[in-house]
T-cell receptor
Framework: DAGVIQSPRHEVTEMGQEVTLRCKPI?????LFWYRQTMMRGLELLIY????????DSGMPEDRFSAKMPNASFSTLKIQPSEPRDSAVYFC???????????FGSGTQLSVL | SQQGEEDPQALSIQEGENATMNCSYK?????LQWYRQNSGRGLVHLIL?????REKHSGRLRVTLDTSKKSSSLLITASRAADTASYFC??????????FGKGTRLSVIA
């Protein structure tokens, strides 16, 4: 199994540009999570999906952030327009079932200049 | 919130010594999980302990859970330089997502 796959690994963009982060969860996993990690705030849960349906997006910072999961094997996190304070590492994680362990991707290091 | 809080924030020990990290939480749980993060990488699951378990072992790892005190500890025995990482706990209740604390940064000095 290839694990959770995230792309790109690194993204450098200018303020105001649109950024799209991608995630492919492990096959057979029915829950997907997007987290953001910074030194100041630690690991923050942004949004999670169960069976491709968004369950809780209360962690999404503001309307500039949106996430979709069009099918069981793909999810995107979009930031439009991006701002320097969005600079962070964004992680995607998936799990097979309720209460089970999470498998994390390698993350996307986002730098907004 | 199912957030666990790790303590201490940072820990520095010599190779061969044991490292103990603690986690406290506030609500009832189904299980508690410990994760490890090497610098620049995603979190990796280490061990899961269910609410009806009191102790669990995995290699050099020993985890305890005290539901009456709402606390858990992670013990790494005979530490190695390669154990240098950040360690996080997270509690789980039903189908809610895992919420992580700020973690404990462990440095093992060779």
């Amino acid at each position: 199994d290839a694990g959770v796959i995230q792309s790109p690994r690194h993204e450098v963009t200018e303020m105001g540009q649109e950024v799209t982060l991608r995630c492919k969860p492990i096959s057979g996993h029915n829950s997907l999570f997007w987290y953001r990690q910074t030194m100041m705030r630690g690991l923050e849960l942004l949004i999670y999906f169960n069976n491709n349906v968004p369950i809780d997006d209360s962690g999404m910072p503001e309307d500039r952030f949106s996430a979709k999961m069009p099918n069981a094997s793909f999810s995107t996190l979009k930031i439009q327009p991006s701002e320097p304070r969005d600079s962070a590492v964004y992680f995607c994680a998936s799990r097979r079932g309720e209460s089970e362990k999470l498998f994390f991707g390698s993350g996307t290091q986002l730098s907004v200049l | 919130s199912q957030q666990g809080e790790e303590d201490p924030q940072a820990l520095s020990i010599q190779e061969g010594e044991n490292a103990t990290m603690n986690c406290s939480y506030k609500t009832s749980i189904n299980n508690l999980q410990w994760y490890r993060q090497n610098s620049g990488r995603g979190l990796v699951h280490l061990i899961l302990i269910r609410s009806n378990e009191r102790e669990k072992h995995s290699g050099r790892l020993r985890v305890t859970l005290d539901t009456s005190k709402k606390s858990s500890s992670l013990l790494i025995t005979a530490s190695r330089a390669a154990d240098t990482a950040s360690y996080f706990c997270a509690t789980v209740r039903g189908n809610t997502p895992l919420v992580f604390g700020k973690g404990t940064r462990l440095s093992v000095i060779a």
